[in-house]
């Protein structure tokens, strides 16, 4: 028996390969799927399911090419609908995958079609439990996502209760958890940097699996703090009900080398985003005007479905060379596949054809604490946890997330600061402020991590419940 893990960073998100006796068991693959089946083809194996654990709001699932280039079954839990065939299980349904079998534990809370794979090895031992979004490490699933008709996030968080009481919390303290995503991930508010774990570390160690815990507390604690989640969350569940394009053919559509004069009249007569991935010390250096930057060094894809609120809006890539495929596909992951085309030779052809280039203003720590004994406005676009535990004192909150509810605290003529943890969000929002007509604001490099290596007066308190 082969279990293996493959973990993508930049969404946070674990799909699992399991492979016995010549079958193979993809859990939550990826939107591109060419891996898993040249894994099979190196094990001479053949895929025989495709779990879903839900349906994903964070990422499109690869459930639908992987089934069409494979003959591979998908399988949801029960209560799922789909416009695709798939095998709708019913709960403790049992699947053979060679010398193994994979019970279906129906889960609802999450959503209500959520549901835990339970892998019992050759000897019919309970070895491991692949929890989707029902059991992170440290966390549980959050319950607002699949509200609906009367069902309320507090319904939710109750059927959740009782989904982890008596499916999950009854298994030995063994067996291995592997979970759907980690840490950065928006599906919850308190997932661990590792990525596999027990039942028992996780009865020691996460709120959410107290012994003592009453359904209230728990439906109280597990709805404490959330935010609203990102705009993209809804659209990629439609995508994943329904189906979507090949990720191959998206890539062949979208990867265009486009002239510097191609690029500009495809920009102007379409509206699309310039969207610049360049690392933050080169945007800020020069781009095109009105560009908006999102690096593919940080967590690109999330950010991107956060800000950029239409997944049909056209985009246009300013990107390294050498990485505009790769930007497309992460791109694809979240549901954007209307990239029209990239700026061949990428920013420096821009440049060389004498184009207007604009720049952003970035100064060190230690030229903010100058400016703010000058009483020049500070803004902290870190998130309200980050805020909560440890901020410049007069700095305001406007979390990057939410920046458009904040646009008018910012000040339309005075120059004004913004930071982050490390610099890589604040460059987003300054770029984004920038397009929007705040040629004043000024980027902090090397954020927080820089600031607290200055003087600048800071709070220190830290407030347990919102810290989520």
Not at 355 to 380: G, R, Y
Not at 384 to 403: M, Q, R, W
Not at 446 to 452: K, M, T
Request: proline residues 4%.
């Amino acid at each position: 028996m082969i279990i293996e893990q493959i973990y993508t960073g930049c969404l946070a998100q674990g799909a699992y390969y399991i492979e016995s006796n010549g079958e193979v068991a993809i859990v939550d693959p990826l939107r591109e799927v060419q891996d898993y089946i040249d894994k099979a083809v190196k094990d001479n194996a053949k895929i025989k399911y495709i779990f879903e654990t839900h349906f994903h709001a964070d990422f499109v699932s690869g459930h639908v090419t992987l089934a069409e280039k494979t003959g591979a079954k998908i399988v949801y839990g029960p209560s799922a609908k789909t416009n695709f065939d798939a095998i709708i299980a019913e709960n403790n349904q049992v699947f053979n995958v060679g010398d193994i079998t994979i019970t279906v534990l129906h889960t609802p809370g999450h959503t209500m079609e959520s549901s835990c794979f339970l892998l019992k090895d050759e000897n019919g031992k309970d070895h491991a439990l692949f929890s989707g979004d029902t059991l992170f490490l440290g966390d549980v699933g959050r319950p607002d996502l699949a509200q609906k008709g009367d069902i309320t996030e507090k319904d939710l968080a109750g059927f959740l209760y009782d989904s982890l009481r008596n499916k999950v919390m009854t298994l030995t303290d063994d067996v291995i958890v592997y979970p759907a995503h980690g840490a950065g991930s928006a599906c919850g508010k308190n997932l661990s940097k590792e990525t596999v774990g027990t039942i028992g570390e996780q009865k020691k160690t996460n709120y959410a699996l107290r012994a003592d815990m009453t359904k209230e507390e728990f439906v109280n604690e597990v709805t404490d703090g959330l935010l609203p989640p990102p705009a993209y969350f809804p659209l990629n569940v439609k995508l994943n009900k329904e189906g979507y394009k090949n990720v191959d053919d998206v890539i062949k559509n979208s990867a265009k080398p486009l002239s510097v004069n191609d690029f500009e009249i495809i920009a102007n007569e379409t509206g699309a985003v310039i969207l610049d991935v360049r690392h933050q010390t080169e945007f800020v250096k020069g781009f095109i005007p009105q560009s908006i930057f999102i690096g593919i060094d940080g967590g690109f894809a999330p950010w991107v479905g956060a800000l950029i609120k239409d997944i049909k809006q056209p985009i246009l890539l300013v990107a390294p060379q050498g990485k505009e495929e790769d930007t497309i596909t992460r791109l694809s992951r979240v549901g954007f596949d209307n990239v029209l085309g990239y700026l061949g030779g990428s920013f420096e052809s821009w440049k060389k054809s004498d184009k207007e280039i604009d720049t952003l203003t970035s100064v060190s720590a230690d030229i903010l604490e100058q400016k703010i004994k000058e009483k020049n406005p500070v803004f902290d676009v870190r998130k309200p946890g980050e805020y909560a535990s440890e901020h410049i004192k007069v700095a305001e909150s406007t979390p990057l997330d939410f920046l458009n509810d904040h646009i008018s605290e910012f000040p339309k003529k005075e120059n004004f600061y913004v930071h982050c943890a490390g610099g890589y969000r604040s460059v987003i929002a300054a770029s984004i402020l920038k397009a929007r007509g705040f040629h004043n604001v000024i980027d902090v490099a090397g954020g927080y991590a820089a600031i607290r290596n200055t003087t600048i007066e800071r709070t220190d308190a830290v407030c347990p419940s919102t810290l989520k």
